[in-house]
Every structure is written in C-alpha cells, then in structure tokens.
C-alpha cells in the first residue's frame, strides 16, 4: 500500500493542534501506526504543526540540507 496522506492522517485521528513531532509519533504509535508511517513521520523537523495539511505537506518535502 503506497504512503499516502490519507494512509499517514488516519493514524493521527483526535490529535490536539498545534501538535510537536513526540505528540505526532506518540498519538500515531498509540493508533497502531505502521513501521512505514512511523518512518515518515520521523523524518519531520522537530516544530509544532498547526493541522494535519501541515504534517502531509513537510513528509512530502526533500530533507533539509
């Protein structure tokens, strides 16, 4: 199954924002997220989010040099 941002959001469902990245990991581990998801949601800056657009569109940005 392809990573997509509706696969990655349905893990962070109830999520409170703004949420930092140890809120994002936890509440996607805590919703049976998978090594993939978790993976990707590892490579996002440690900031707050302010909403779940926000998350998909960092995980869909080439890492920062």
């Known amino acids: ?12 469902g109830g999520l409170r924002y703004p949420a930092r990245k140890e809120q994002v990991l936890e509440r996607a581990r805590q919703r049976g ?13 440690d900031r707050a989010y302010e909403s779940p657009i926000s998350i998909s569109r960092q995980i869909g940005q080439p890492p920062a040099s």
């Open 1 to 12: 199954m392809p990573l997509t941002p509706f696969r990655i959001q349905k893990f962070l």
């Open 33 to 45: 997220a998978d090594e993939r998801v978790l993976g990707a949601l590892h490579t996002l800056p």
